[in-house]
Nanobody
């Protein structure tokens, strides 16, 4: 069964940091690209970051480049999102997702499996 579970969200002041984790089943992680997306209230879900199977290739949305870092530990079937210098506009529900193939993908339609999301709130 495919399953992704996010954790690590919470309330943080602007300028602070959080690290999100996403634990998946072995079937979810096997040779899959992983991505992080977010959805703020009243807005559409948007791409944040992606990492390929080996971890050697990553890609970020311009809005988070230089502040967020995506990484993965395949032995633990876990992908991470380190978020530094957080801003109030980063407030959203963050979702991890798995694409069926290896590569770099940033479109929602390219991801077939999704977690339930974790809330990140950044206060000013």
């Amino acid at each position: 069964q495919v399953r992704l579970v996010e954790s690590g969200g919470g309330l943080v002041q602007a300028g602070g940091s959080l690290r999100l984790s996403c634990a998946g089943s072995r079937r979810t992680f096997s040779s899959n690209t992983m991505g992080w997306f977010r959805q703020a209230p009243g807005k559409e879900r948007e791409f944040v970051a992606t990492i390929n199977w080996t971890g050697l290739s990553t890609y970020y949305a311009d809005s988070v480049k230089g502040r967020f870092t995506i990484s993965r530990d395949n032995a633990k079937n876990t992908v991470y999102l380190q978020m530094n210098s957080l801003r109030p506009e980063d407030t959203a529900v963050y979702y991890c997702a798995a694409a069926p193939l290896d590569g770099i993908y940033y479109r929602i339609s390219e991801y077939h499996y999704w977690g339930q999301g974790t809330q990140v709130t950044v206060s000013s």
